[in-house]
């Protein structure tokens, strides 16, 4: 995959007007979202004009098989042709991008329930599905 074919966002509803600009600029013409309905009423998505907004809810989507997003993004950009230790690290990134989120979900808890739902919003390499070639 050659650079600036995909870009991944978390918040495109935080998107300023010179954001949007930017984002006009380098031409994007397709936006995946990948958030569940609740999060996108909530906050919904500012798109690039031209860009054609494709709800794509892995998480909550009746008719899909359903993954973690970061799964998805994975698959995405495995099939984007983006080496595997490119993928690897993007995929571990979320435990960065949600830390606050997470820490915060788990001090919520009790210390037995915590410990049960720590693995549920990590990712992890082994959470990763293999290629066959390494089944």
């Known amino acids: 995959m050659k650079m600036g074919e995909a ?6 509803d935080h998107l300023t ?3 949007l600009a930017k ?16 999060e996108r009423s909530a906050d919904p998505d500012r798109v690039p ?11 909550g989507a009746p008719d899909a098989i359903t993954m973690p997003r970061s799964e998805a993004e994975a698959a995405l950009l495995t099939a984007l042709g983006v080496p595997r230790e490119t993928v690897m690290a ?3 990134t979320g435990n960065t991008c949600r830390a606050a989120v997470n820490e915060a979900t788990l001090a919520a808890l009790p210390a037995e329930q915590a410990e049960i739902y720590t693995p549920l919003l990590d990712v992890r390499p082994e959470y990763s599905a293999r290629p066959a070639s390494e089944a």
Do not use: F, H, K, N
């Not at 870009?7 to 495109?12: F, T």
């Not at 936006?31 to 609740?38: A, H, P, T």
């Not at 004009?49 to 892995?58: F, H, M």
């Open 23 to 38: 984002l006009e600029r380098l031409d994007i013409d397709a936006v995946y979202d990948l958030r569940m309905e609740s």
């Open 49 to 59: 004009a031209g860009a054609t907004y494709t709800v794509a809810d892995v998480m």
């Open 90 to 92: 993007a995929y571990l």
């Open 7 to 12: 870009y991944r966002s978390d918040a495109l």
């Open 17 to 19: 007007d010179a954001d």
